[in-house]
């Protein structure tokens, strides 16, 4: 089923519902994550996705499990899928009979 409104990145959700809620800055942030403020900066500004070593970064220092950001990247993900134009020269593959 194709998703309507487009899902949140999962960058802008950590900023909006973590760092702002707890008055945390990007570079404050970045030192406790271990990353450099450049590569938070744009993961929460949406222009990275959420790597599988970010997810557990982020899942340890919010007590949150790992599955969390990487379903919402995946969400995401999905929504650009679905709702990119369809690639040209695209045929469907023949059905097969298996005996």
Known sequence: MKQIRKPSHPGEFFKFTILDERGISITSAAQHLGVTRKALSEFV??????????????????????????NMQAKLDTWHAENMDRPENITELPQTDVA
């Not at 997810?55 to 969390?68: I, K």
Request: glycine share 12%; net charge positive; proline share 0%.
């Open 45 to 70: 500004n949406g222009k990275a996705k959420c790597s599988h070593l970010m997810a557990r970064r982020l899942a340890e220092s919010t007590g949150t499990g790992v599955a969390v950001w990487i």
